[in-house]
């Protein structure tokens, strides 16, 4: 196989990416400059050697402990608990989260044979217990539990919520209602039954 | 900047790859084994060292002159003229061209600084006078003009035409129509225009 067919080949294995696709991004690389090609081969080795799981919490970091988890500006004592590594960016850029994260690196979902040992479950236990156990770190106040909103998300949610409960602290959960920006026309009716009930008081003028 | 931030950069810089693409990218490949980044790093490199203009029709290639123009079942005496070489690729797919190509490496483009002596003329008209010049290989008897469909394609083809009218060949362009399984509703009216122009007969039964 050509070194072009091989590299056409490999695009093609990324998610959403066709042989269409594939082929434009290949041909847009030739028509650049050599040093292109060489700097994503060395970002993606780069990638491949040094990034590793943070051992607090998860996340994805070139270090041992990940920026997130070494930023003295953020509350340590509220932890944010997601599925994937890259939802801790989506909730980042809120700008309104300046507590830490967790990430469990999945869901349960006993069809693929995701069970509660194949997530980083234990490392949220001992991160929450850590005042107990006598631990300098001191332990957390409240967990938000930000798994997706999906069945798969709601079960596992619940399964921590359950391992969380004996600890002083509170559990809470992302709001449910009608996103931003959307016209309620569109809005399905299960979000429009959580918007509802989940309802609040206009504040008075 | 960490080496996933990098990553996700340089991802972002492909065509048509915007942040959030490219952030779903980097994560989809961290979650897969690494042999799977390395893989790519090493097609990256390996496209960056070896593939080269072919000798003969400009197309890339990781030898000097590419596997088409090596062909022995092809044409050499039919040879259509393309703007880039991934178009190479999508006249070969329709199955129905048997010839050779030849790669301009654009379009004749004023506004963008794209003149004649920017675009692979010179050997398309050596290719051309070839038996003229006494030389073994035989020259070409018809060119296919297979520049785009568009301003730019146009005047390309029209300028490379005049050059090849001393030329005792055949100069053609690829019909304009109807595309294949295409609504005449949504066909604009230059398309319909170039139809009823290039109109034919009937076959009778």
Redesign the interface.
Known sequence: M???D??A???G????IGTK?S????????KGP?V????????????????RPCRVCGS???DEVC?VCRDPSRNAKVICVVE???EV?AIDRSGMYRGVFHVLGGRLSPLDGVGPEKLNIDGLMSRVGAEEAGAQEAGAEEVILATNASVEGEATAVYVENLLRPFPLRITRLARGIPMGSDLEYVDGTTIAEALAGRREMARP
């Open positions: 050509s070194s072009i091989s590299l080949q490999e695009f294995r990324l998610p959403g696709t082929a434009r991004l290949v041909y847009h690389l030739l050599k292109d090609l060489h700097r994503l081969a060395t970002a993606l080795s780069d990638v491949a050697d040094r990034v994805y970091s070139d920026g994937e590594a890259y960016g």
